[in-house]
């Protein structure tokens, strides 16, 4: 079965940075589109930024310069990089991957999120 660990979120003043990690494991074909995704309270869940399989990315605007995404191909993991964070980026932020775990059958799957919370 496949599973999608994150890892990284906490507590960081505003100005401060943190680091999530995302990596897949189980039995499948292969892994196309990578991404973060995050929910604050109230609000929907949003795009934060994402990754093909060639590493070409897209960020939301509210984070472009701050945020950079990246993956290992080799281990499976997805990284975002949170610079210069604000309160406003609070939030629980989600894993996504697409994966095929055949040649023809792709889902979609979720990490189960990890809090960031941007306070003093």
């Known amino acids: 079965q496949v599973q999608l660990a994150e890892s990284g979120g906490g507590l960081v003043q505003p100005g401060g940075s943190l680091r999530l990690s995302c990596a897949v494991s189980?039995?499948?074909?292969?892994?196309?589109?990578m991404g973060w995704y995050r929910q604050a309270p109230g609000k929907q869940r949003e795009l934060v930024a994402d990754?093909?399989?060639?590493?070409?990315?897209n960020y939301a605007d509210s984070v472009k310069g701050r945020f950079t995404i990246s993956r290992d191909n080799a281990r499976n993991t997805v990284y975002l990089q949170m610079n210069s964070l604000k309160p406003e980026d609070t939030a629980v932020y989600y894993c996504n991957a697409q994966i095929h775990t055949t040649i023809s059958l792709r889902n979609v799957y979720w990490g189960q999120g990890t809090q960031v919370t941007v306070s003093s």
């Open positions: 189980g039995k499948f074909f292969r892994i196309t589109n």
């Open positions: 990754i093909n399989s060639s590493g070409s990315s």
